[in-house]
């Protein structure tokens, strides 16, 4: 090999044995070596670490009324390991609609026109599995005054059980077909 270099890229000195055995364990270190657990990016792959909401700009029908009684969503958890979607084992999964805007940062906190809360103890009956993976469909009837506004702001929000950072959706905006 060596006499197919140009002599300036050639080593002034042999390199001794002991580089290219910490060169090796380098490599094999960086590949994840034998007997190595696979890399962890942020934690376990099966701890919830995003949240998905699939919104359809539908409202729940009802028998009883001519009129829409809800609204139905989809929720899917995942961690930045594994895409498909998790079970929620831990935690409290609250869905929050807003009649018109959501508040933003420079405003007072308000409260959401309607809020449904799901303890993960009874998520566990909602589950439905699909090549998405793990997730929740939820029907949320509407309780008291409907809406007014022409449109509708939905968000969900995953509580976790001790003290920490709640996991938040993107808002998803919807007509409101509450009215």
């Known amino acids: 090999m060596a ?21 090796l364990v380098l490599i094999l270190a960086l590949a994840g070596g034998p007997g190595c657990g ?14 998905h909401l699939l919104v359809a700009p539908g409202a ?7 009129r829409p009684t809800g609204l139905v969503v989809r929720v899917f958890a995942s961690s930045r390991v594994r895409a ?11 869905i929050m609609a807003y009649d018109g805007t959501i ?9 959401p026109a309607q809020l449904w809360v799901f303890p ?3 998520l566990a009956a909602l589950a439905a599995t699909s090549s998405l993976g793990t997730g929740y469909e939820l029907e949320l009837p509407w ?5 007014t506004a022409g449109r509708l702001v939905i968000m969900a929000r995953l509580v976790p059980p ?6 938040f959706t993107a808002p998803s905006v919807i007509p409101n077909g509450l009215k």
Do not use: H, N, Y
């Not at 696979?38 to 949240?51: A, F, K, P, T, Y």
């Not at 001790?162 to 996991?167: E, H, N, V």
């Open 3 to 23: 006499r197919f270099l140009p002599r300036r890229l050639l080593p002034a000195a042999p390199l001794p044995l002991c580089s290219g055995v910490w060169l």
């Open 38 to 51: 696979s890399l962890r990016l942020g934690g376990d792959d099966q701890e919830v670490q995003e949240l």
């Open 60 to 66: 729940l029908p009802s028998l009883a009324s001519p």
């Open 84 to 94: 498909k979607g998790l079970p929620i084992r831990a935690g409290t999964l609250e």
């Open 103 to 111: 508040p933003d940062a420079a405003s007072p906190a308000r409260p």
């Open 120 to 122: 993960a103890a009874k």
């Open 143 to 147: 309780q008291g005054p409907r809406p």
């Open 162 to 167: 001790r003290t920490g950072p709640a996991i």
